[in-house]
């Protein structure tokens, strides 16, 4: 696709993305740039730098022909939100920001509530009360928490819901009340009820990335053991990159509709841990039961963990990471996106976590060189 500057401006469609700091919103606003839309992002103020992962899209603001924006926004207010939708005026929304960690939602329920649920209403409210209603598209990220206590397996698009945290809770509102603006006010309003999906840039305090993070740091002897929660979870877990295609391709139906996004393909966490380790050369045996269980490394090979040894101990379970009403198991059936969309994810798993823990390794390499040489940078491990 051409850059946007040599095209009309009148043919780039406007993107604002909800979210852009975000590891979905920083895949999504890339793969727009690349069809050569104008793309808007939403960053709340912080008192550090909050962009890492849109930096290198960043664009001057003092250059001309500017075709990645960012406003300071925040989904609980709706005065910037709709001030932000006014001057913007997209041809498509895409609302990804979220208090999205389903363990915090338990500590920060009504908060959560606050930019999960009536975020998404006053999104959705404010394009009505600007008249954009005909003119926006909007697409809204659902979850697979929605299925919470499984109804059915596989989960598909007409499995009923049973949310188990506040995190999944406030995200069938956000649910519904899409469903509701679609077939209230006809506007283009749609769900992706996406899957687990990882990457690189997944937050650290996510399951997949605390263990590629954690058994890195390990490896280059910046960690001493990795502490973790419900080993037995089943996820069905793709990648970023194939996910933000999956929402953007929702938008140009003709008709809006919701649609499943997942592999259909499921393991544990005990999975992910040993696929890392092995990443790493590590082998591990998972010894004991339930808060008593750990990994023990079997065997080591290769140069990339040089601080481990034959019968350390790299993981624990200690139950501070148990959720309070757990998510045990889900599995997605993808068949109407696959169907319908012609939709399938490119990138298994297996790849992804290879991907994950080459990226962690590099930064855990950085870090044990700088201490190496007297540059002792502490290295956070809370999660
Ligand atoms: P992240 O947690 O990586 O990103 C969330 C984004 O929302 C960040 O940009 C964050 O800003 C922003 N945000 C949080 N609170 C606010 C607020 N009050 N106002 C404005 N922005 C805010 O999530 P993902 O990219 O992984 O997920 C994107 C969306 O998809 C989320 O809605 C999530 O709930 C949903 N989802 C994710 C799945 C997954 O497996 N990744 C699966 C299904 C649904 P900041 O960077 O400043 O924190
Ligand atoms: P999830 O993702 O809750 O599915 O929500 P997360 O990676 O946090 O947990 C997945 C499963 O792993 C278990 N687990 C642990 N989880 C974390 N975070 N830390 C641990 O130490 C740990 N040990 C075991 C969890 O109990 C859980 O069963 C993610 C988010 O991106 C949501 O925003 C999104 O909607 C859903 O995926 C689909």
């Known amino acids: 696709m051409a850059p946007l500057f040599i095209q009309e401006r009148v043919v780039a469609k406007r993107a604002l993305i909800t979210g852009v700091t975000g590891q979905d919103g920083s895949y999504l606003a890339e793969f727009l740039l690349e069809k050569g839309y104008e ?12 962009t890492q992962r849109v930096d290198h899209i960043y664009q001057d603001p003092h250059v001309e022909r500017q075709n990645f924006v960012l406003h ?4 609980t207010d709706s005065s910037n939100l709709t001030r932000i939708l006014q001057e913007v005026q997209p041809d498509e ?10 363990a915090v939602s ?21 394009i009505r009360f600007l008249g954009l209603e005909k003119k926006t598209r909007f697409y809204q990220a659902s979850t697979s928490e929605l299925y919470g206590l499984v109804q059915e397996v596989p989960q598909k698009e007409t499995t009923p ?4 945290s506040p995190y999944a809770v406030a995200k069938l509102y956000a649910y519904w009340i899409v469903v509701n603006y679609r077939e209230a006010y006809g506007m283009y309003a749609c769900n992706g009820i996406l899957f687990n999906h990882e990457s690189p840039r ?19 002897g910046l960690e001493p053991c990795l502490y973790m929660g419900n080993l037995d979870a089943l996820r069905d877990w793709g990648h970023a990159r194939d996910y933000v295609r999956m929402q953007w391709m929702m938008l140009q139906q003709e008709a809006p509709e919701d649609f499943v996004i997942a592999t259909g393909v499921q393991y544990s966490v005990r999975d992910f841990i040993r696929w890392s380790a092995q990443e790493l050369g590590i082998g591990l045996r998972f010894e004991g039961r339930g808060v008593d269980e750990h990994a023990v490394v079997d065997s080591v090979q290769g140069e990339d963990a040089p601080a481990v040894r034959v019968g350390d101990v790299l993981v624990r379970v200690d139950p501070r990471y148990f959720r309070p009403t757990e998510v045990e198991t889900l599995l997605g059936d993808p068949s109407r996106a696959r169907e319908k969309l012609g939709w399938v994810p490119e990138i298994t798993v297996q790849e992804m976590c290879a991907e994950m823990v080459a990226e962690d390794l590099k930064a855990a390499r950085r870090h044990a060189f700088l201490k190496a040489n007297g540059h002792d940078v502490p290295v956070a491990v809370e999660n």
């Open 161 to 164: 819901f049973y949310p188990r």
């Open 106 to 126: 338990f500590e920060s329920p009504e908060y959560t509530a606050d930019v999960d649920a009536l975020g998404t209403l006053r999104l959705l409210e404010a």
């Open 93 to 102: 929304v895409y609302n990804l920001a979220a208090q999205s960690h389903v």
């Open 39 to 50: 793309v808007h992002g939403i960053k709340r103020r912080a008192s550090l730098f909050n």
């Open 72 to 75: 300071y926004g925040d989904m």
């Open 202 to 220: 997944r937050g650290e305090t996510f399951v997949t990335r605390k263990i590629t993070r954690g058994l890195a740091n390990i490896a280059q």
